[in-house]
């Protein structure tokens, strides 16, 4: 049975909101650890009955790091923090995956230190994906790694079609590298230097430079970027359909014979509410790690954390990091200098 | 009368299109002189009568620098390019503004080279304005200066802050720097540096850090960021729109009672497309030379070329650049190291 850890203590709506999530993930045949204060999850735990918690357990850490920290600092200061604790769950064999909604950088600086690198990766990856008109498309790197050298753009690459493969069963998935042209050497140096690297690997299927308008229409099945960029791409395509669907409310609102028009359509207009929802997927894993760390919004409800959940349990059957490790151990021409 | 030169040999729909464009825009006060190849341009003015091209005139250019050019290298090789020609028209006081839909890259290196850059501009930048419920908002760089250091970034804010008050008529607009994060330490090396030169600059109404969930919200007038990222939230917003409007087609057709919704809301959903186009500004203007320098997007039409005429026009009218220029001769604290 897979098990969870789960870092009660992480997320801007509070440790109840997210053992409301880890409650609701029961049923599931899997089980949550919920790490953190062992007093308030255990007071907070009395609000649901026995059968509702039964696939839940407790593990005490005394410390929380907070959003604003600076991760290597706090990870020196708080060794006991809940998801450094949470992390070690996974190292010993106690977990097969940890789950946050708290500070991305503590998250992944527990991951490097706590669980390690896989070989011949230098730095990981979070790699989100997203609904397109084409199916479920990969983007990497969300945020891990902001300043990112060729290497890394890369090694990202090559995860990402390990992890496509053997996680969202993609056949052969095409890889684009994102840039501001289409054209083979277009681009800041970075990313200049970063073409011939994909396009000579042959353990890819490199598309080619895509560009911003290529991401939603779903053109390549992974997109590849460094930390900053992607991390500003996923935030903006949240941000746009959040304006979108309250701007056209709005607009609906402005005529009674729009509110009838509405109403009859709104089966359609709902629809397309789930097909760009690009917060809904739940957890991103955090790629090239020796262990599953997935990682939440910050903004994750209950509902979302529930979906979280069952995406880490998903990411831990789908034996993608297995073969990920194996992979990379087989493997020696990712480093370029 | 402001004198427009127009780039008649850019943009990926041919030279017809871009005559086409320029015919439409008469009757508002401007003229505007075709640059390019003589005997193509004249032929095609054949189409129209004389009062439609009134305010027409030829200039002749032989030769054209294609999409797919190293800019400097074409520079150097085709001095009678059409871009080339064109911005030469401004520098000498022929033309108030060039105009083009052609290769940015080389619209930019001609700008650099034939009008100059104004003191104390290390880089130009692209300044594109796009609608968000909170009205009309600026994001710079979009593609100008892909690899930028904090100095530019810097500019760039010091740019489009007057570039914002005198062509937009913003009232001390708010200036916010890109990044992953709110915090103030979030961010890449480049954004890390930048954050405290704008916070210790009293010339500009800075925020602080804004991430890609903003810039559609419209939660600041200026978005900074370095080229790359902004060529790719520019065509990303663009993409997600297209898709949008197609999905929701998609689905309006679905079911009967759908389509006789979508037909009754028709209005509320045609209102939408205007609130969320991002190209429809036609064009964006160079910031940083010593001249006024618009550049539109390469699938241009007619309709868009028309307005990017108007703009150009305005954009004259407003004085913008000539506050630029003053603004940075009597500054000299832009340069920090």
Same mark, same amino acid.
């Given at each position: 049975?897979?098990?969870?850890?789960?870092?009660?203590?992480?997320?801007?709506?509070?440790?109840?909101?997210?053992?409301?999530?880890?409650?609701?993930?029961?049923?599931?045949?899997?089980?949550?650890?919920?790490?953190?204060?062992?007093?308030?999850?255990?007071?907070?735990?009395?609000?649901?009955?026995?059968?509702?918690?039964?696939?839940?357990?407790?593990?005490?850490?005394?410390?929380?790091?907070?959003?604003?920290?600076?991760?290597?600092?706090?990870?020196?200061?708080?060794?006991?923090?809940?998801?450094?604790?949470?992390?070690?769950?996974?190292?010993?064999?106690?977990?097969?995956?940890?789950?946050?909604?708290?500070?991305?950088?503590?998250?992944?600086?527990?991951?490097?230190?706590?669980?390690?690198?896989?070989?011949?990766?230098?730095?990981?990856?979070?790699?989100?994906?997203?609904?397109?008109?084409?199916?479920?498309?990969?983007?990497?790197?969300?945020?891990?790694?902001?300043?990112?050298?060729?290497?890394?753009?890369?090694?990202?690459?090559?995860?990402?079609?390990?992890?496509?493969?053997?996680?969202? @069963?993609?056949?052969?998935?095409?890889? +684009? %590298? !994102?840039?501001? =042209?289409?054209? &083979? #050497?277009?681009? /800041?140096?970075?990313?200049?230097?970063?073409?011939?690297?994909?396009?000579?690997?042959?353990?890819?299927?490199?598309?080619?430079?895509?560009?911003?308008?290529?991401?939603?229409?779903?053109?390549?099945?992974?997109?590849?970027?460094?930390?900053?960029?992607?991390?500003?791409?996923?935030?903006?395509?949240?941000?746009?359909?959040?304006?979108?669907?309250?701007?056209?409310?709005?607009?609906?609102?402005? @005529?009674?014979?729009?509110?009838?028009? +509405? %109403? !009859?359509?709104? =089966?359609?207009? &709902? #629809?397309?509410? /789930?097909?760009?929802?690009?917060?809904?997927?739940?957890?991103?894993?955090?790629?090239?790690?020796?262990?599953?760390?997935?990682?939440?919004?910050?903004?994750?409800?209950?509902?979302?954390?529930?979906?979280?959940?069952?995406?880490?349990?998903?990411?831990?059957?789908?034996?993608?990091?297995?073969?990920?490790?194996?992979?990379?151990?087989?493997?020696?021409?990712?480093?370029?200098?």
């Amino acid at each position: 049975m897979v098990k969870i850890a789960f870092d009660a203590m992480g997320g801007d709506l509070g440790y109840q909101e997210m053992i409301k999530g880890a409650v609701l993930a029961g049923g599931n045949d899997l089980e949550v650890i919920l790490v953190g204060e062992e007093n308030l999850i255990s007071t907070e735990l009395k609000k649901y009955n026995d059968e509702e918690k039964s696939h839940i357990s407790i593990y005490h850490a005394s410390q929380i790091i907070e959003m604003d920290e600076e991760p290597a600092t706090a990870y020196k200061a708080k060794r006991d923090a809940s998801i450094i604790v949470a992390t070690r769950l996974v190292k010993e064999g106690k977990a097969d995956v940890v789950i946050s909604a708290g500070s991305t950088g503590a998250q992944m600086t527990a991951g490097i230190f706590v669980l390690g690198r896989i070989k011949n990766i230098n730095r990981p990856a979070i790699a989100t994906y997203y609904p397109t008109p084409n199916g479920v498309k990969i983007l990497l790197d969300a945020g891990s790694t902001p300043d990112c050298d060729k290497d890394n753009l890369h090694q990202f690459a090559v995860m990402a079609s390990v992890f496509g493969k053997s996680y969202l @069963k993609m056949q052969n998935p095409s890889v +684009g %590298l !994102l840039n501001i =042209g289409s054209e &083979d #050497k277009k681009g /800041s140096i970075l990313y200049k230097e970063t073409f011939p690297l994909l396009k000579e690997d042959n353990r890819i299927n490199f598309y080619g430079n895509v560009e911003g308008r290529d991401i939603p229409k779903g053109i390549v099945d992974i997109v590849v970027c460094d930390g900053f960029v992607g991390n500003v791409v996923l935030k903006l395509m949240e941000g746009i359909t959040t304006v979108f669907v309250k701007q056209i409310k709005d607009n609906i609102k402005e @005529k009674f014979i729009y509110k009838i028009g +509405g %109403l !009859l359509s709104k =089966g359609a207009f &709902d #629809k397309i509410k /789930s097909q760009m929802d690009y917060s809904e997927y739940g957890g991103a894993p955090l790629l090239g790690l020796k262990g599953i760390s997935m990682i939440s919004h910050g903004s994750s409800d209950a509902r979302t954390m529930k979906n979280a959940i069952l995406a880490g349990k998903r990411a831990v059957e789908s034996g993608f990091n297995k073969d990920l490790i194996k992979y990379f151990e087989e493997t020696n021409i990712v480093n370029n200098d």
